[in-house]
């Protein structure tokens, strides 16, 4: 597994993969690109091929087509090895009803092989876990935090978590985001599927949307953004008429006692210039601008435009 | 090799959840061994009435239940024990096996949990090799056990060679069923079906064995049937050591054949892909009866469908018992009442009997089925809507009863049907179809029970499982062990005349048992609509 010579930064390398189920296909030539350190955000509407994807990388299922490296090694055949530097916090967590919370963790610790028992610790402190209590009695988030600490306190390279947090309450999601800062400065990778987009937003570097089986996007926030339209609300001492300009999108005047001279509208990052240039001549009383937000992206996606994932 | 890796710590994980159940399964499987021997010890204490026990049993209805008789010229208390309760015993541990593999395999992945293991440094073969190791464990203790427990008794004639043979051959039972059941979790995507799909093998090596210690033609058939390779190991008597070698190299096929397919499939697959269902509901669907029933459908025509073909498969059978006691002139003598029934009849009652007990089980499934259904929270949005909790609560009763009615009659006309084209005697098809038509008020009153528990016990449903084998052990010893008559009439079975072999007049008896039955389903509707629903 030692790469002698080739700087490989990639914790994540899928090119390709292809899945089905019976006649439904999941996933449908998707890539992910994951490198060392990042963390990943992986979005997607319900039954994109999120979970599957996950599962790919986890050696849980076969992928019929394509390729796929995780830590530089093949899922399916080196799984066993490769749970050793990996870590999984699944959506739904199912635990033992008998055995204690506590237990629990320990027994996905030794099962993943080694936990650090000053970090359990903590995380069990900082989650507020009552480890004593029978998992049988947990409710949902309960359960979710005794695979989050499990998984935290181990000493994986890399973090896969499929909705980690759904069943958490406000207060500990943003334990949770503090405890995935802690990993990012410890030079772990996280890949974090989620919906909770202003998560995604706040903790991720990267992000990857995956629809129907394909990759629609992937990047910094940033450059997704630049990739898209920002909502505009300007004011014009003059009359001023945006519909028709390229890039605008949606113009609607805010007031129409107003007449000509406020609009609000989206405009496509590369049309930005040009349309606020237009505005200027009209003189520009007042000029908001905002960049879209990552609902915003999610949105434009996932509405039903199929087929238009490679639009820009 | 990396497929095992973690095999250990996972095994000692599902022994720790599993320690209490296993220990009282364990536990509960030796004392009704004890309780057997020390029964036929105790009742029949010298030779001659051990050597008039083996007259009675050498009939067809007691062949097919306990299976042939063997060393009948000596019936000593080691033979007794070998002949009359191995199969039961076989089947008892079977059971037991089957659960211990499913609930550690196929209902682990249900859950998500073992997604969760695999997910850690553990080897795929990992999951059901911690679960046969457990099954394996458990076999070898109930050999060990079942052995000591007959060497306890301190007969002579119970010695050590044949019980070391008896507990091996239960073991060995268990076993192969532990391999049917690591088959059975592939191809099953819920531990539920994979239960049913072993248990219905089960079913059918107990019936094969049968058609072979019934029919002397068909005697070849026993060594198609795990429970055929333990009867002839005849303990006490032969003490053969080969057929329980045979059975165990069988396991050790199937655990193979089941790893090879678990580390090759995906996880959470079944051997069949999910079909697809319908995109909207029929019209019956939203009503409650259509609801309980379309969920039930598959159990209800599961069951009728294997009862059928257990009809056809004896019909034929019933024919040959009537040869069996012409072979027999000292039972005629011994049991007039049988001979003047005749051999066919007094079997077809016993085939008749047992199989109203067994659709206790499809029947008390579609009540207990509700029970699973709120643990899972499948009752709250359903009564938080238009479905009141009586009109819920009738419609799990309607279905349990419709299930009983047409599982007795499905086998009732089968085996019916067969046995007179096989007896040449007319008047048996409506006889015995009148006989499983009678069977339906004990049944009634099961149900009763199961609703009542519905109703007031949510938690204890299990004490609906423990009435039905308790029916069933009534059926199968009573007679056996000579039982006083109030114990038998705590099955509610035991009150119906033997049709079609006895006449009789219980029409009181069977119009009670419908007011109770009655009676339990008003006492169980209340309990129903004030207790809390969980979800």
């Known amino acids: ?312 | 090799m990396s497929g095992t890796q973690g095999w250990g710590y996972a095994t000692a994980v599902a022994l720790r959840r599993d320690r209490v159940r296993l220990l009282a399964t364990v536990i509960g499987l030796g004392a009704m061994m004890v309780l057997l021997v020390t029964s036929l010890v105790t009742l029949y204490p010298d030779e001659a009435a051990r050597a008039g026990a083996a007259l009675t049993l050498d009939n067809p209805g007691s062949t097919f239940l306990v299976g042939r008789i063997y060393h009948g010229h000596d019936y000593h208390w080691g033979i007794m024990t070998g002949h009359e309760t191995l199969v039961v015993m076989a089947v008892a541990v079977a059971i037991g096996s089957i659960m211990v593999v499913t609930r550690h395999t196929r209902a682990e992945e249900e859950s998500g949990r073992t997604e969760l293991l695999l997910s850690g440094v553990v080897g795929r073969h990992v999951p059901l090799l911690a679960g046969l190791t457990v099954a394996v464990a458990f076999n070898v203790v109930i050999a060990v056990v079942m052995t000591g427990v007959l060497l306890a008794v301190g007969e002579p004639s119970i010695d050590l060679a044949g019980s070391a043979v008896y507990g091996a051959a239960v073991g060995m039972v268990g076993l192969v069923f532990a391999g049917v059941a690591a088959v059975a979790v592939q191809l099953a995507s819920t531990a539920r079906a994979a239960n049913a799909m072993a248990s219905a093998v089960l079913a059918a090596s107990f019936l094969l064995r049968g058609v072979a210690d019934v029919s002397p033609g068909a005697s070849w058939l026993a060594w198609t049937s795990p429970l055929g390779w333990a009867q002839r190991s005849y303990p006490w008597h032969l003490d053969r050591w080969w057929p329980l070698v045979i059975g165990v190299a069988v396991a050790v096929l199937l655990a193979l054949v089941g790893l090879a397919v678990s580390a090759s499939r995906d996880l959470g697959a079944a051997l069949r892909p999910p079909r697809p269902g319908r995109a909207q509901a029929t019209s019956a669907l939203p009503h409650p009866v259509g609801l309980a029933l379309r969920l039930h459908r598959g159990v209800l025509i599961g069951w009728a469908v294997g009862l059928v073909v257990f009809g056809l498969v004896y019909g034929p059978v019933l024919g040959d018992a009537e040869e069996f006691l012409t072979q027999m002139p000292l039972l005629i003598d011994f049991m007039p009442e049988a001979a003047q029934a005749g051999g066919v009849r007094l079997f077809a009652a016993i085939l008749v009997a047992l199989v109203a007990v067994v659709c206790c089980v499809p029947a008390g499934q579609a009540l207990t089925r509700m029970l699973s259904d709120e643990t899972a929270g499948r009752t709250a949005p359903l009564l938080s809507g238009g479905t009141t909790r009586l009109g819920w609560y009738l419609a799990g009763v309607a279905v349990a009863a419709l299930t009983a009615a047409v599982t007795t009659l499905a086998f009732g006309l089968a085996v019916g049907g067969t046995a007179v084209q096989v007896t040449g005697e007319r008047a048996l098809f409506g006889d015995i179809v009148v006989a499983s038509v009678q069977q339906w008020s004990a049944l009634a009153v099961v149900i009763g029970v199961a609703a009542v528990l519905v109703g007031w016990l949510p938690r204890a449903s299990w004490l609906l499982w423990l009435l039905v084998i308790w029916c069933g052990v009534v059926l199968y010893f009573a007679e056996l062990l000579d039982w006083p008559q109030w114990v038998r009439w705590s099955s509610p079975f035991d009150h119906l005349v033997a049709r079609p072999a006895e006449t009789g007049d219980d029409l009181t008896a069977r119009l009670v048992q419908w007011g109770l039955a009655v009676v339990l389903v008003a006492v169980g509707a209340v309990g129903y609509r004030r207790r809390t629903i969980d979800g």
Not at chain 1, 61 to 83: E, F, K, M
Not at chain 1, 281 to 296: F, K, M, R, Y
Request: hydrophobic fraction near 40%.
């Open chain 1, 1 to 312: 597994m030692v790469h002698h010579g080739v700087v490989t930064d990639s914790v994540i390398d899928a090119q390709g993969l292809h899945r089905r189920f019976g006649r439904v296909v999941a996933l449908d030539g998707f890539d992910l690109q994951v490198q060392r350190g990042q963390v990943h955000g992986f979005l997607g509407p319900n039954g994109a091929g999120k979970s599957t994807t996950i599962r790919i990388l986890l050696g849980l299922l076969r992928a019929h087509g394509g390729h796929v490296r995780v830590l530089g090694a093949d899922p399916w055949h080196d799984a066993v090895s490769l749970h050793r530097r990996m870590a999984y916090v699944p959506g739904d967590v199912s635990l033992w009803p008998s055995l204690s919370g506590g237990e629990c963790i320990d027994v996905l610790s030794r099962l993943r092989g080694g936990v650090d028992p000053t970090r359990r610790a903590e995380l069990v402190e900082a989650f507020e876990l009552d480890p004593t209590k029978k998992a049988g009695t947990y409710s949902k988030g309960n359960r979710q935090k005794v695979a989050l600490v499990a998984a935290l306190a181990s000493e994986a390279e890399l973090l896969v978590l499929d909705e980690p947090t759904s069943g958490l309450d406000p207060l500990m999601e943003s334990v949770f985001a503090g405890c995935i800062e802690h990993e990012r400065q410890q030079g772990r990778t996280v890949l974090l599927s989620s919906h909770t987009l202003a998560q995604v937003e706040r903790l991720c570097d990267q992000i990857s949307i995956i629809r129907a089986g394909r990759l629609v996007e992937s990047g910094s926030l940033a450059e997704l953004r630049h990739l898209t339209r920002s909502s505009v609300r300007v004011r014009t001492r003059d009359a001023f008429d945006p519909t028709g300009l390229a890039g605008v999108h949606d113009p609607r005047q805010d007031d129409p006692t107003h007449d000509d001279r406020a609009w609000s509208f989206s405009v496509d990052a590369e049309h930005l210039d040009e349309v606020v240039g237009r505005a200027h001549g009209a003189g520009i009383v007042e000029l908001v601008t905002q960049p879209p937000s990552l609902e915003d992206l999610f949105l434009r996606h996932y509405v039903a435009d199929a087929g238009s994932g490679a639009r820009r």
